[in-house]
Every structure is written in structure tokens, then in C-alpha cells.
């Protein structure tokens, strides 16, 4: 009765789940010069984006990559004068958005400087039918929002970096907020606690070992069951999506099944990286059930070949 409550449970949860996957491709090759108030230029761009939207949004990809094409971009626009300041920009979204009938294209970038949170620029224009221009545009745009603010005003108008990134930290209320910008391997394992997580468990923990930017196995236990498998993700920073190959045991024996899921990782803007909810739904082929379980779960009705395969729950 249990597994049923829990394979009802299943089947419900994904009916609900409305992932609606909608995407379009822009290139950022339009050429633009950016005057700036302020001496500083574009040392590195990262897309910390999570692939996750609704169905009145788009998720725009930048070909051929976002963040290669943003830099390309402001490597061009930009002049580097002497002693100017190196920035770091983190793109936390992009997308089309449907506003009251209007389509709406909308940039968020926030500002790094010495691996530290100095501002967030948001800028949106309606869409018109040359979207790459439309991009450019807002390009352009954040980083004259920046530019014009106080915490730039405050970040350039002393000598010492210190002082200057102090009295930001304090005008934008993140004294104790730091980044971590580096991706590697040993930062990106995953630890997961929920739901079907673990095995096909009412509880358990899995752990993720990150061995390069694409591959991560993993391996877990719950009550009662284990898993162990494989996730491919498609990026390399610790909240990419990921499709995961696993292997799930119930009840130690009593039903096993072949897995492949697709899932991720949903944290705040600012808190990438960190504790946030864990997700992974999918298909998993039936290998083997007990025959004294498969009667209580199914009676007299052989079994389907293929179940709904899902885990829920919390991980950092």
C-alpha cells in the first residue's frame, strides 16, 4: 500500500509540473561603442543562469555561447584604458517575457569586482523584429545603468581598492556576501536529501562526486533502497541541469529499475552554488520485482514495463 500511496504520489506530481520549454538563438555580433563616465573594462563574463521558466517566457540562448558572446561584445564596445579596473559579470537572466500581450526582452547582469556582489542591473525593451539589435540594446544599456549609479560613483572615486570596495559592500547592504568564482571540481560535488532521492526510498541522501564539467557519479541510500549512476550535465558549474543514468533498488530487492531522469538545482540569484531545492524526473525500465510485491503493488495485472521516475528535495 505503501508504494502504491508513493507511485500515486509520483504520477501526480509530474501531471502538475508544468515545465514548458520554449527557447530562441541570438547571435551578438553588432559592433557598438560604449562610452563610460567611469574607467573600467570586461575581464570575464559568466552565464549563471538556471534553465528553468514558465510558459510566458522564452530562455534565450546566445550563440555561440552566452557568456563567449557577451565578452566578444564588450571586448569590442569597450575601450581598456591604463590602470582601469577589471570587472566580472555574472548574466542571472535572459529571456522574452509575454507582459500584458506585449513581448518583452529582459537582461539581468550583476556586477563582481575582487569576488565581490557591487550591483545588479536590470534592463528591458519591447521586442521588435530584429531581436539581435533588440540585444545589443540592452547590452549597452546595463552597462550604462551601471555606470551612472552610486555604488560605480563610490567604487572609482577613491584610490585604494579596499576603501573603495568597502563603502560599496556598505551602500549595497552586502557586507557578508562573497562569491565564489571558482568552478572547480572539488566545489561542485552535490549532496541531495529528499523524496525518491537515494534509491526508490520514502527518505534518502545521495552524493554526487563532480569529476569534470560534463560527468558526475553518484551514488546513495535511503529508507529502504540505494542508487548509483551517472549525471551528464550541460554545464559546468554546480547548478547546471543534468540528465542522470542510474540504477534504483526498493526495498532492497523487491523492485529495481534502469533510470534516466532529467533535473537540476533552483537557488537564489545570489546564492549560487548553495543550499537550494533538488529536482530529477523522468523513466526508469523495470529489471526486476519481487513477486509477493509485485501482487501487492499490481494483484492480478502484470506490471508495466516502464514507471515514472522522480526524486524531490534539498541539496547544497
Known amino acids: 500500500m505503501k508504494f502504491k ?12 509540473a508544468g515545465f514548458s520549454q520554449d527557447s530562441l538563438s541570438i547571435a551578438l555580433t553588432l559592433n557598438r561603442s560604449i562610452d563610460t563616465r567611469h574607467s573600467f573594462y570586461i575581464e570575464k563574463v559568466v552565464d549563471k543562469r538556471m534553465r528553468v521558466w514558465t510558459a510566458e517566457e522564452k530562455y534565450i540562448n546566445v550563440t555561440p555561447a552566452t557568456d563567449k558572446a557577451f565578452f566578444d561584445f564588450y571586448s569590442q564596445a569597450i575601450p581598456r584604458p591604463d590602470q582601469a579596473k577589471g570587472m566580472t559579470l555574472f548574466i542571472s537572466d535572459l529571456k522574452v517575457a509575454n507582459e500584458s500581450g506585449d513581448e518583452v526582452l529582459k537582461l539581468t547582469i550583476d556586477f563582481i569586482y575582487q569576488n565581490q556582489f557591487v550591483f545588479e542591473s536590470s534592463v528591458s525593451q519591447n521586442v521588435s523584429p530584429d531581436l539581435e539589435r533588440d540585444l545589443a540594446d540592452l547590452a549597452v544599456s546595463a552597462i550604462a545603468q551601471f555606470d551612472v549609479s552610486k555604488e560605480s560613483d563610490l567604487l572609482f572615486m577613491t584610490r585604494q581598492p579596499n576603501e573603495e570596495l568597502e563603502r560599496v559592500k556598505a551602500l549595497s547592504n552586502s557586507d557578508d556576501y562573497e562569491l565564489d568564482m571558482d568552478s572547480g571540481e572539488g566545489d561542485r560535488n552535490v549532496s541531495a536529501v529528499g523524496y525518491q532521492i537515494g534509491g526508490l526510498t520514502l527518505i534518502g541522501f545521495d552524493y554526487e562526486f563532480r569529476v569534470s564539467d560534463v560527468f558526475g557519479p553518484h551514488i546513495g541510500m535511503g529508507l529502504s533502497g540505494y542508487t548509483f549512476g551517472l549525471k551528464i550535465h550541460t554545464g559546468e558549474f554546480k547548478d547546471s ?8 533498488d526498493g526495498g532492497f530487492g523487491a523492485i529495481n529499475t534502469i533510470a534516466m531522469e532529467y533535473g537540476g538545482r533552483l537557488t537564489g540569484s545570489r546564492n549560487k552554488g548553495g543550499f537550494g531545492f533538488h ?12 513477486p509477493d510485491f509485485q501482487e501487492r503493488l499490481f494483484g492480478d495485472e502484470d506490471p508495466p514495463p516502464v514507471l515514472l521516475s522522480l526524486g524531490i528535495g534539498m541539496s547544497w
Open 5 to 16: 500511496l508513493l507511485l500515486l504520489s509520483s504520477v501526480l506530481f509530474l501531471t502538475n
Open 241 to 248: 541541469p543534468f540528465f542522470n543514468i542510474s540504477y534504483k
Open 279 to 290: 529536482y530529477q524526473f523522468g523513466l526508469g525500465y523495470l529489471t526486476n520485482i519481487d
